[in-house]
């Protein structure tokens, strides 16, 4: 065996079913090794860009909470992660990127392809090791997936230089667990500080949670909704904790934000004690940190300790996982009553709900109301970047973690579509919907050849208003109505563009064409299906609070009334 059959062989052991990558002169001898494999435990699937094969790996790790895998070739195949890299480290998503290198000699040299991808990546991972000995293959990929998916998940960097990869290795041998001098991931929650928290919550009048993504890559939903009704406190999410807590639920507010419902935001400014757990206090949920939840107590829920009192200082800090430090909270909290607060919220949700005008134009509001009623709120939703994202994240009745696939910290244009494959390669029972828009859709689009090549039907709903929309609508908002680098006219035509990698493509323009195209589309199994919806390019997203500001500036859909 040698070094990179040695890799394959502890990927298998790591039970690794799907890589995404791309192959390259330094990546020959892996690749070799994964022609010899039988074929019968790791799917090679060979996407189109590296940023889609990262992607891809991103989209398999949110829709499972399993580590993805992407493999790439040395110099550009490795810069190509990059931006994939930073996306998963922002959004604590676990996947293992495996690069390969130049031969260890030519290293520092200049050598054709070569690339500093350790010094490059080393802000944006967890940790990237560069295996200088085959006989550590096993011993480093054991310690990489446990560093990916323990703690705080996040991305971990294996570089392989092509001779490590043929040099034959004495013996195989693949550790059963491991333990690195200096990371303890797991967490002891004080019981001190359970009692605090208690006290609080018993105390508190006008209790609130406020989740993100820590609740779903803990999977403890469950704990959520059984703590929330048991102190009858309300729930808002961030972006990438939508899912945490289900839509339909009474004690549901929705999504707080930049661009959250008037009435989660209106709670935050209101309430006596904010419970937050697994978020981390970014911006564009707190605007004026100064001012947010300014009448409130904290207690914070996070399993990583540089993000307690990093933004917000917490009354109570509670330092572990979610799911557990809940079942604790859960445990110890008696059961209580907030009638007034709750009817509170309940006028606030009457008065100002999520809407949108009517002009006769067609809405994008609209379409993803009835693409969640269509599929019953079941469907994996995947997203890009921009107004589409903010109107899926609105306007879908999620109801469980992981069916919320997007890009948060990084913001990153030309996740959603890899990620979507990501996700149907994982789960290929589900129905997976792609919500893009038209300048997003073209970073990666070349990802519909890996679609069609591998069986991976998604069904897309490209949002086409022919600009940079929410570029757009800063431009029209702040800056005196001046567009200048939001254009994108009317090229290409999606359905021809659709039709040309083997997918069906569909146009629709009006609003009576909307729930046809989405019946035909949810009837087509055997390829992948792209919607143009080319809908009102004037429609702006709201509610929302300008960028720095406090809910005290919110803004509201220009035809409703500001309570």
Known sequence: MNGAEALIESLKREGVEIIFGISGGAALPIYDALAKDDGEQIWNILTRHEQGAVHMAEGFAKATGR????????????????????????????IVAITAQVPTHAIGTDAFQESDIMGITMPIVKHAYQVRDAEEMAATVKKAFYIASTGRPGPV??????????????????????????YHPNQTVDQAAIEEARDLIAQAQKPMFYVGGGVVNTEAHRELLALAEKIDAPVASTLMGRGAFPDHHPLSLNMLGMHGTAYANWAVRETDLLIAVGVRFDDRVTGNLSKFARNAKVIHLEIDPAEIHKNRYADVA??????????????????????????????????????YGNNGLLKPQYIVEQIGDLTRGEAIISTDVGQHQMWAAQY????????????????????????????????????VWLVSGDGSFQMNLQELATSMVYG??????????????????????????????????SIPDFKLLAEAYGCVGITVTKTEEVRPA??????????????????DPAEHVYPMIPSGLSVDEMRLQPESVET
């Open 67 to 94: 580590v993805g895998v992407c493999l790439a070739t040395s110099g550009p195949g490795a810069t190509n992660l990059v931006t994939g890299l930073a996306d998963a480290i922002l959004d604590s998503v676990p």
């Open 157 to 182: 960097l294996i570089d392989v230089p092509r001779d490590i990869s043929q040099t034959e290795i004495k013996k195989f041998d693949y550790p059963a667990s491991v333990e690195i001098m200096g």
């Open 318 to 355: 509670l330092l572990g996982d979610a799911k557990q430090t809940l079942s604790l909270l859960l445990e110890s909290c008696k059961r209580t009553e907030h009638p007034e607060w709750n009817k509170q919220i309940e006028k606030w949700k009457k008065e100002q709900p999520l809407r």
């Open 396 to 431: 879908y009745p999620f109801k469980r973690p992981r069916q919320f696939l997007t890009s948060g910290g990084l913001g990153t244009m030309g996740f959603g579509l890899p990620a979507a494959l990501g996700a149907k390669a994982a789960c290929p029972d589900q129905d």
């Open 456 to 489: 991976l039907p998604v069904k897309i709903a490209l949002f086409n208003n022919f600009s940079l929309g929410m570029v757009k609508q800063w431009q029209t908002l702040f800056y005196d109505n001046r567009h200048e680098g939001v254009d994108l006219a």
């Open 518 to 535: 989405l019946e035909r589309a949810q009837e087509i199994d055997d390829r992948t299906v792209l919607i143009d919806f080319q809908h």
